[in-house]
């Protein structure tokens, strides 16, 4: 259950908090509190303040731990606007698989993801795009930068701004940089705050939000990378993937597993070129490997 202080940003400034005791009488069946919830507070005599109400959250970003009474939500980020996924046109490699699980993710948690495609220098935009440039008509925006030569950081600046949005990907890719390139400075202007304390039986988690110029906020979020797929059955994988949600009902048999089946829409439309060979790669590898066999890990 959640003890400590939480830092609340308000119009007036920031208050450091702590949870009104009848909040954590109920059983908790999930952190109380998150990064980005909207509370309201009292402010107390001493300065510090009392959170007295969490609104209803829009969506959350969550992960399941396992708890002795059952699992435990536990809330990486409540409300977040989108998922910012970075990747790296080289140096580290872009590595697809991992991109359409995180995407994938983000379908299941109903948080909109944009792509990122950064060092962009590295390979120059035509061979970045033949990577990259099948995300968009899916429902992804891509998004090209170099934090290193200064491409495409505007158009990454008009994406967050007065938003709250979470980045994540691989280590190496650019993440830090791509922060640093858009707001200069930004890293001395953040307030090392907790976002709040957990203790017991799940991890301690201490995050911030980084506030933006442009209104907004940002939070590194690479623990996305451990959100597991629970309560995923193989057969409603498709509805994850946009591009194949609306073919499977004209699979020739309903129970169709689109690996081998004559009359396999989902197949056919990879013989067209209407879906993507790597995306139904992927497709085929989350389900009959990580779904089915493993669960879905870092
Ligand atoms: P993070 O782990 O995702 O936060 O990645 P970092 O921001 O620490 O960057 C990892 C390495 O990639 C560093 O050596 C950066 O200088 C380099 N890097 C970051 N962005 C770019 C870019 O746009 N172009 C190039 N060429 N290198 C970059
Ligand atoms: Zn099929």
Redesign the pocket.
Known sequence: MQSGFITVETGRGSYVCRLRGRLKQARQTGDITGLGDQVEISPQLDGSAMIEKVLPRSRALVRMAPMPKGEFRQVLMANPDQILL?FACANPPPHLRMLDRFLVICEKQGVPALVVA??V??VGQTAAQAVFEHYRPLGYPVIY????DGAGIAELGAALAGKLSAFS?P???????LLNALQPGLGLAVKDVSGLTSKGQHTTVSRQLYPLEGGGYVADMPGIRALKLWDTEPEELDGYFPELRSLVEYCQYNDCTHRFEKGCAVRQAVRDGQVHLERYRSYLHLRYTDVEEVEIGP
Not at 145 to 148: G, H, L, M, Q
Not at 171 to 177: C, D, I, P, Q, T
């Open positions: 970075i950064n060092k220098d590295l930068t170099s934090a290193k990907g280590s190496g890719v650019g993440k830090s940089s």
